[in-house]
């Protein structure tokens, strides 16, 4: 096969890529839902504490405080290379609160919501995630490889360890 037909078959295969990825829509929505042992103002005071998010939050390398917007907090968050700029949109400790994020880059956007609720084992703690994608490549690798859900799965997994050991260390104290 000469070398052009395999630039020709290339160049087709990222055309059909790219269409295929315009088909599929811009935004997406996930949402987990986790029971921790824990009250309502002990999940609000973890999410709130901007400094201590690189404590338990993998790959997270260090947050830098923003002015605040609106009366409300915005941070930076590092994570190797990469910066997220996290503004909270809605605050109702110690049930709800609401962020919203954007990288200045534009290619992946949205919105946290964090929803908070008493129940009989501590808390029950519903994260949903609004986003959207606009470059079609981008949204393709996200439908098919990489999963719109694997961010918010990291996150619930790391605060599901972070509580475990406050719980551990809580029980070793009281012993």
């Known amino acids: 096969m000469t070398r052009r037909r395999l630039l020709f078959r290339a160049l087709l295969g990222l055309a059909g890529l790219y269409c295929l990825g315009l088909l599929l829509p811009v ?3 996930v949402q987990r839902t986790v029971s921790v042992s824990r009250p309502p103002h002990v999940i609000w005071q973890m999410l709130m504490d901007v400094d201590g998010l690189p404590t338990w939050r993998r790959g ?3 947050t830098e405080r923003l002015p605040d917007q609106h009366g409300l907090p915005a941070w930076r968050e590092y994570r190797g290379g990469d910066s997220l700029t996290v503004m909270v949109t809605e ?14 880059r534009k290619p992946v956007e949205g919105s946290w919501v964090y929803d908070i609720a ?3 084992e501590g808390s029950t703690l ?8 606009d470059r079609p490549v981008l949204r393709l690798l996200a ?8 961010g ?3 996150y619930v997994k790391d605060l599901a ?9 809580e029980t070793a104290l009281r012993d």
């Open 27 to 29: 935004g997406y929505s």
């Open 60 to 62: 997270l390398t260090r």
């Open 91 to 104: 605050a109702q400790p110690p049930s709800r609160l609401v962020t919203a994020t954007s990288s200045g």
């Open 118 to 120: 008493t129940s009989p």
């Open 126 to 133: 519903t994260i949903t995630e609004h986003g959207e994608t």
């Open 143 to 150: 439908w098919t490889v990489l999963g719109h859900g694997r």
């Open 152 to 154: 918010i799965d990291r």
């Open 161 to 169: 360890a972070r509580l475990a050991v406050e719980k551990d260390r």
